[in-house]
Each structure stands twice: as C-alpha cells, then as structure tokens.
C-alpha cells in the first residue's frame, strides 16, 4: 500500500516513521489542491491560509503557470549554465524590469539566494569600497529569519534555528529591528551591507515603525553601504505592492527574491542589483546547477508576466483591507494583537485561551490551515486569488476558534 492509498492516521504515520524530525506538521495529509483549496487523502477541504509561507502567492495550481510550466516540461527542462538556453534571457530580463535594476543572478531555494547577497556585498566591500581582506561586516536584525544555511544561522537570534549549528560564520553584527539609533552606532567603516526583511515574516509579520527604511537607506548612503531586503516572503504581491519595501518609499540596492517566484511550482529564486554591484562576480566565482534551469526560468518569466499586470498586488491591497477589518474587529474577543500588511497578517491570540499551534489546531479542525509561530501568534497569508466570501469565511472559523 502507498500513503497514496492510505487514511489519514496511517499516512501521518508512515510520514513519521521514515523522515527526520525536523518539522511539526499539523495531522493533515494533502492529495490535491486548486486556488486557495486544499484537499486531504481523506477527501475533507480546507482554505489554505499558509500559502506555502507565501509561495502560492497565484494559488496552487494557477492555470496560466501550469500551463508555462507543461509546455516548457515538453522543451527542455535542464541545461545547466554550462550552455545558455532559450528561456533564460525573457526571465531575467523581465525581473530585472520588474524589480527597476540592471541584472538578475537566479539560485534555486530563498536560502540561496541570501547567501548569493552575501557574498555579492562581501565582493563589493573589498572590490569597491576597499574594506581590508577578510574584514567585511554585515549588519542584521534581531528576530531576523534569512533561512536555514550554516552561515545565515551563525546570524540568527532564534536559539532554535542556531544552537549546535556552530562554528558560526563570523562577520554578522545585530541590532534591534526598528531601532536606528542603534543601526546607527553599528556602521563601522568595514561595514558592506544591511541586511534585512521589510517586514519580519517568521518573526509573527513584524512591520517596523514608520520612517525606520527611510532612516536605513539614508545610513546606507552615509556609510557607502549596500542596503539589500530580503523580500522572499514579503515581496511579489504578498503586501499589496511588488515589493513590501515601497510602502517605506525606499529602493534597496539588491532585492532578494524567491518563494512566489517559482509559482508554488519548483523553487525560483533570485537576486537583482545593478551593474555597479552585482557587477563584481566574474566566470567561476558563484552558481549552481540548477539554477536559472530552463523550467524555472519558464515558470518564472510567467510569474513576472502575471505581476507585471498590477492585478495581484491590487488584490492583495484591496482584500488586505478587508482581512485587516475583520482581524481588528476581534480585538478584545480572544484576539490581543493583529500586525501585517496586504493579505498578510500576524495574529496574536490571547495566551489565557490557547497557544498558537492549539489555534492552528482548532482552525484546521474547521477546515483551515494556518501556521503558528512563537508562542501564541498565527500567520494568515492567504493565496491573492482568494475572494472575499473565503475570506470571510476563514475570519468566521476564527472568530468562532477564540469566542
Ligand atoms: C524572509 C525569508 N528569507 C529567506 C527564507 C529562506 O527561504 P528557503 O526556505 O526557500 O530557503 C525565508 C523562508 O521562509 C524567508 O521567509
């Protein structure tokens, strides 16, 4: 017998008994799915309101990414950059538009991608600004997630994602998010790069206060350093704009982009910068097999094209409002706090009631899936394809989950 054919104990069971234990998932096994549905192998539907953490921005299984995705299985799917394919060039040419810069380096996994920023600023600090050999700093914040590598936990604060990963990378010097006083005192003049999410995703959506990217470009300058966001989870729609870093009004220098970029497909993952910085890496220096791969960069360019028409990012604004209202509105009601920006949102629930994970329990039991995240905060993200009814529908569940 396969999990194919399995019901949902032994399935979870079978799951269990085979892979490392280095995820908790909720008790729900998934057969199919379509827009902002998911189906389990038991038959039962739920609104999905994780959203891949943000990789099914367009919704699981979107029509016109699957068909990219069909045609170019059809093609060719894999060439390495040993050779240039025919797919390549139309994907990064319009993220490059897409994102306002002169070049695009592609990766496969967001983690990647951070680390490509990394070395990027590294290169740029010794190569451009002159920082001495082996001396560069790169300033994040506390409470940041950049992914799981060795490098980018040396600089994580979640005891979790860190402790016994080391030796850690040197070279990460933190402050407090939202602080930029502290930002700051911490530019030294091997300072090469500011690294950071325009809203703290894994964190419970943290959105800084007002001003502070402003005040972090500004200090970037000041310091000739490079500002880089990390918009894996945030950017692509997710907030109601491209990038959630234009609702500070600020330009980074280098965009790091993955999860919606792959379509909810195959992972996608890319940096943008221009020439000046995304220059300094010549034949040799970085890569992988398969990134940028001719299916990637199919599903990818059509991601682009489907950003590119404003419609999600007009969604994401519109019924962001909507969830928002109604988030608000259980203020007091079993909720203490709700953050975030566009369809996305973190929700504290009162500690008296539940943790986090008995809420996303609760909510899965009334049919939708949500993620929680230190102590009692949940994250809703819903795919931008979701109408108003499930929306409300799902704010329903909840309210009826914390009453
Ligand atoms: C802001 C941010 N950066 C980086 C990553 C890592 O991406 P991946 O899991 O694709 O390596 C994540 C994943 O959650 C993220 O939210």
């Not at 070395?119 to 506390?142: D, L, N, S």
């Not at 998010?177 to 419970?204: K, R």
């Not at 590119?308 to 007009?314: D, I, M, P």
């Not at 969604?315 to 928002?324: A, C, I, K, P, V």
């Amino acid at each position: 017998m396969t999990s194919v054919d399995m019901r949902t104990p032994e399935a979870l069971a079978e799951a269990e008994r085979w892979t490392a234990h280095n995820y908790h998932p909720l008790p729900v096994v998934v057969a199919e799915a379509e827009g902002a549905w998911v189906t389990d192998i038991d038959g039962r539907r739920y609104l999905d309101f994780l959203a891949g953490y943000s990789a099914l921005n367009f919704g699981h299984r979107h029509p016109g990414l699957i068909a990219a995705a069909h045609a170019q299985l059809d093609r060719v799917t894999l060439t390495s950059r040993a050779f240039v394919h025919d797919q390549f060039a139309d994907f990064c040419h319009g993220l490059a538009r897409l994102c306002d810069k002169d070049l695009v380096l592609p990766m496969n996994t967001g983690a990647e991608a951070v680390e490509t920023a990394i070395k990027v600023a590294r290169k740029w600090g010794y190569q451009v600004k002159g920082v001495p050999a082996g001396q560069a700093e790169i300033i994040v914040a506390a409470g940041n997630f950049h992914g799981r590598t060795t490098t980018i936990v040396s600089f994580s604060t979640d005891p979790e994602a860190r402790n016994d990963f080391g030796p850690y990378t040197p070279g990460f010097v933190t402050v407090p998010y939202g602080d930029l006083a502290a930002l700051a005192d911490a530019f030294t003049p091997n300072t090469v790069a500011v690294l950071m999410e325009p809203i703290q995703g894994e964190a419970g959506v943290l959105v800084p206060p007002e001003g502070y990217f402003g005040g972090v470009r500004e200090l970037c300058d000041a310091n000739h350093a490079l500002f880089v966001a990390d918009e894996i989870q945030s950017g692509l729609g997710r907030t109601g704009r491209t990038f959630a870093i234009e609702h500070e009004g600020v330009v980074p220098d280098m965009y790091v982009l993955g999860k919606a970029l792959g379509g909810g497909i195959v992972p996608v993952s890319a940096v943008a910068a221009d020439r000046d910085v995304l220059g300094v890496l010549k034949p040799g220096e970085h890569g992988s097999t398969f990134g940028g791969n001719p299916l990637a960069c199919a599903v990818g360019a059509e991601v682009v094209r489907l950003l590119a028409t404003g419609e999600f990012q007009k969604r994401s604004e519109e019924l962001g409002d909507r969830l928002h209202a109604g988030l608000n509105a259980l203020i007091g009601q079993g909720v203490v706090g709700v953050r975030g920006r566009g369809l996305w949102a973190g929700v504290d629930i009162d500690p008296a009631l539940m943790t986090g994970r008995e809420a996303c329990e609760r909510l899965a039991a009334r049919g939708v899936l949500a993620k929680d995240t230190h102590g009692s905060t949940i994250r809703l993200a819903p795919p931008l394809v979701v109408t108003a009814d499930e929306l409300d529908h799902a704010l329903a569940q909840l309210a009826a989950i914390v009453a």
